[in-house]
């Protein structure tokens, strides 16, 4: 339920909008492995949705995408199942580690940091072309690394407001050695035990309308196959490329957000 009648009313008046949205989400989701989010947040502020169901919506409708487009990915072998559970582990926990560390450490900081980081990353996909049947070395040291990586993306996710598709798909093609899609069903396997947990709360919380999340939900989990067929049909190559861009574009949405978010702040 929104939590005032004003948003309820903007958000039904535009069903066909959000369908919309839900297929664009979808079909980013099946090609790029993330989780949408980084699409359907923005969108539906602008739709009018107040931001904390904006963001509780975004995650409820990330689940099934994220559930079928695991599956889609796994049907034709692209899945990494125990790298997507190490990675979940690392997550689950990394999230409660970001919500201790948000009040404590200097947010300013952290997000420049993170631009630095997601640009070193979208030159690394310029330079790192997987081969289709990469795939991860498991070792013991490996493991550990993938622990690791999850918790730092919960951490970075929950801090940062983005997905940890964003981060986890170019993270394991450039360093861990994964081809393009094992890393992005990987991928989307982690997200499905994480927004399990954040939807849960957000609904306990009430920062869930259930209505935009069944609208954008369904009609991602249809657009999604088309993502993923999409994704086997483009070379390692040009999907890097791609992925780069993207990658760009949520860094530069993420920058206008924060100095948005600066200047409306009143002076001390």
């Avoid at 993270?171 to 947990?197: E, N, Q, R, Y």
């Amino acid at each position: 339920m929104a939590s005032d009648g004003r948003t309820v009313e903007r958000a039904r008046a535009g069903a066909g909008a959000l369908i919309a949205l839900g297929v664009a989400a979808g079909f980013l989701s099946g090609l790029f492995g993330v989780g949408g989010g980084i699409v359907v947040v923005p969108a539906l502020l602008l739709l009018g949705v107040d931001q904390r169901l904006a963001a509780g919506s975004s995650v409820a409708a990330i689940l099934p995408t994220a559930v079928v487009g695991a599956v889609g990915y796994a049907i034709s072998g692209q899945v990494d199942w125990f790298s997507g559970a190490l990675l979940a582990v690392g997550i689950i926990a990394g999230a409660q580690l970001g919500t201790f560390l948000l009040a404590r450490i200097s947010k300013t900081a952290l997000f420049w940091g993170f631009v630095a980081f997601l640009l070193v990353v979208v030159v690394s996909l310029w330079f790192t072309v997987p081969e289709r049947s990469d795939a991860i070395d498991l070792t013991v040291w490996t493991g550990i690394a993938l622990v690791l990586t999850g918790g730092i993306t919960g951490v970075l996710s929950g801090l940062m407001g983005v997905g940890g598709g964003i981060i986890v798909v170019p993270v394991l093609i450039a360093f861990f050695g994964a081809g393009d899609l094992v890393a992005k069903g990987t991928s989307l396997l982690m997200m499905v035990p994480g927004s399990i947990s954040a939807t849960a709360g957000n609904a306990r919380r009430k920062n869930v309308d259930w209505r935009i999340a069944a609208l954008v939900g369904g009609a991602a989990c249809i657009a999604s196959p088309v993502g993923i067929v999409a994704a086997t049909a483009i070379s390692p190559f040009w999907s890097n490329i791609a992925f780069s861009v993207l990658m760009v574009a949520v860094v530069l949405q993420l920058v206008v957000r924060h100095v948005r978010s600066r200047r409306s702040k009143p002076a001390s």
